[in-house]
């Protein structure tokens, strides 16, 4: 896999750290974003490594990157909240249903319709889903987080078919496992690098085109 390019929008720690991590081990260039510092990514220190400053819930900071047209192999973005502690439909305010929406489900979609440009023809986009997004496979409760990730997923397969079909372009809806990182918390049955490994192999073995929600072992999930 030796020069190939790989943008990981949100990669300032957990996952997105981890998949720098993995992409780097694996002999890819990677251009990384984090909203403001990282001293982890930064302590990477990688010629390999380029790392630039975006947020996913701001059009501007991706849109002024300058990836340049069909330079990238793959996408990846990596960004998700938990939402309103609560995660109560019947609690949320307008703003709570805003910020989760927007951060989970709408930025990542804008901003992969953004740099869709900057993806080679026959290339990968990849967003950070959840398995808590399926529909057919819910249980209830975590009722914001759940359906901002339905949302996203409803997002990435639309792009698949209007957006990147036609190129030949793989998206992939990721689920990761239930990880421990800030979010997943320290009883999670999979460590970081256990995750990222998985979901490496995924984007590595993608290429065909088409939608798929899968996880870090190659399943299919139910949508």
């Known amino acids: 896999m030796a020069g190939k ?17 993995e992409f780097l081990g694996r002999g890819w260039h990677v251009v990384a974003s984090e909203r403001s510092k990282s001293e982890d990514l ?22 002024a990157l300058g990836l340049g047209d069909a330079t990238l192999d793959a996408i990846v973005i990596n960004a998700g909240i938990t939402g309103a502690r609560h995660q109560d439909a019947s609690q949320a305010t307008a ?61 990435a397969k639309g792009i698949a078919e209007q957006d990147a079909g036609p190129r030949d372009i793989s998206v992939l809806s990721l689920h990761p ?18 995750s990222v490994g998985g979901l490496a192999d995924v984007i590595e073995g993608a290429g065909s085109g088409g939608f798929r929600f899968v996880d870090y072992a190659g399943k299919d999930l139910p949508f």
């Open 95 to 155: 703003d709570e249903v805003a910020e989760v929406m927007m951060t989970n489900a709408f930025g990542p979609a804008r901003a992969a319709k953004a740099l869709l440009p900057s993806l080679k023809d026959g290339g990968t986009l990849a967003v950070m889903s959840s398995l808590m997004g399926s529909v057919a496979d819910s249980s209830g409760g975590y009722e914001l987080y759940r359906t901002s990730k339905a949302a996203l997923n409803m997002l």
């Open 177 to 194: 496992g239930w990880v421990q990182t800030d979010m997943g918390g320290p009883n999670a049955k999979l460590t970081v690098a256990e």
């Open 42 to 63: 930064h302590a990477l220190d990688c010629e390999a490594l380029e790392i630039v400053t975006c947020d996913v819930t701001r059009p501007d900071s991706y849109g």
């Open 5 to 21: 390019t790989v943008f990981i929008l949100g990669a300032s720690r957990g996952i997105g750290l981890g998949l720098v991590r």
